[in-house]
């Protein structure tokens, strides 16, 4: 299962991190993920790494922006937002896939959590 949160109402230009609690079952290896969905728009892939984080990857309009990380000790992936714009308003979700790699389309992960919303204003 994952629990997702950390989301809320911020301003453009300020920062924010989401965190997402893991307690999965069976295989203690596992890729991370975050997608978001705003309203009327399809799924989206944010960011995603690898079940030790050596390896991360960025959807393009959030690349240099934010950035994930996890704790392996804690069973927690981060996703640290900066320069937050109002495009960026979407409710965020984590994913996990059982498996060494990532990637960036949805139907990869089969583990999702209840997702939090963000929204950015002007």
């Known amino acids: 299962q994952l629990q997702a949160s950390g989301g809320g109402l911020v301003q453009a230009g300020d920062s924010l991190r989401l965190s997402c609690a893991a307690s999965?079952?069976?295989?203690?290896?596992?890729?991370m993920a975050w997608f978001r969905q705003a309203p009327g728009k399809e799924r989206e892939f944010v960011a995603a790494?690898?079940?030790?984080?050596?390896?991360?990857d960025y959807g393009d309009s959030v690349k240099g922006r934010f950035a994930i990380s996890r704790d392996i000790a804690k069973n927690t992936v981060y996703l640290q937002m900066n320069s937050l714009k109002p495009e960026d308003t979407a409710v965020y979700y984590c994913?996990?896939?059982?498996?060494?790699?990532?990637?960036?389309?949805?139907?990869?992960?089969?583990?999702w959590g209840q997702g939090t919303l963000v929204t950015v204003s002007s």
């Open positions: 994913a996990s896939r059982a498996a060494l790699t990532i990637v960036r389309n949805r139907s990869g992960y089969n583990n």
């Open positions: 999965v079952r069976g295989s203690s290896v596992y890729a």
């Open positions: 790494c690898t079940w030790n984080g050596g390896r991360t």
